[in-house]
């Protein structure tokens, strides 16, 4: 009986050393990835169900302008480009999370809008490290 | 005979099994009303896995997939869209099966480790989800937020359970045939 409950708490001791390493792995990637870097040069692009949609070079953006992405369920976000980045300013679905991650600039964070399958990315022009790749066929 | 109705669920297991389902669907309806924390996709408490883990506890994985899968589907009937439905299936069943094999290894001790575990798993199968249905890689860039957030709804989900059980009937209504009377 004893043994056992030394054995569970050498189990526990595992486990939650465990979980607290990836916590601090991840936040320590959290920190080091702060700095993302100029835009310029950059291409934003833009998906739907694995889908490239659209490609946008992002010198080539002058002044704002908004585009309406429609699904074919009826569900639509509209982005605004600018200068200052891509941010999602409406949406249709209910939980708006894509409108609060607010404008993005670099490669850190993409927007994403899980009820419409839609994914923004900032990411180098030769690097298509965001392109579907064939696991999702 | 006796081992035919250990496999059977009597009246008094339906009826709490219900219940909890029913308790479970509340609460997932109250969340869905909060506004998100943070501004990440798929962050939420997660706060009906407090049934969930609860039931596993009381009266077994089976009668926990049970309330699970109940409440999931009329979840997604009353408050989702389609495309919700599939992320919470991953999210939840690979939570669950993640709680029960740690519940097995720590041998019903350490509630709070089970579900942080449940919590961080559940959180990664919504993304394995979402990596399939929307086939972009980028999805993965959202893992380091979260992982911590994970760990963290889970442990207070198991706090919350913890108090659940302590306030639930002692006596729970299990699979254990009962006395039957003959008509």
Redesign the interface.
Known sequence: MKK?LAQ?RT??FI??AF?II??M???A??FI?RSGGSPDGQIIRI?R???LIEEIPFDAIKEERRVRYSTPDGGYNIVSFSPEGVSITEAS???K??I???RIRDS???L????N?L?I?ISDPEED??A??AV?? | MQKKNSKKINTGLLTELALLTALALAVYGAESALPALLPIPGLRLGLSNIITLAVLRRNGARSAALVLTARILLAALLFGQPVSLLYSLSGGFLCLLSEILIDHILRKNYLFLTSAFGGLIHNLGQLLAARLIMGSPAVWLYLPYLIPAGILTGLFVGLCAHFLLKLLPSRPADSRPQKTFKS
Do not use: F, M
Request: with cysteine; aromatic share 6%.
């Open positions: 056992e569970n189990a526990a486990l939650t979980l990836l916590c792995g991840s936040l990637y959290l990835r998906y169900d694995s889908v679905c209910p939980d999370t894509c609060h991650i607010g850190s964070l993409p994403v809008c899980l009820p399958r994914v990315t490290s965001t579907p790749d999702s066929y």
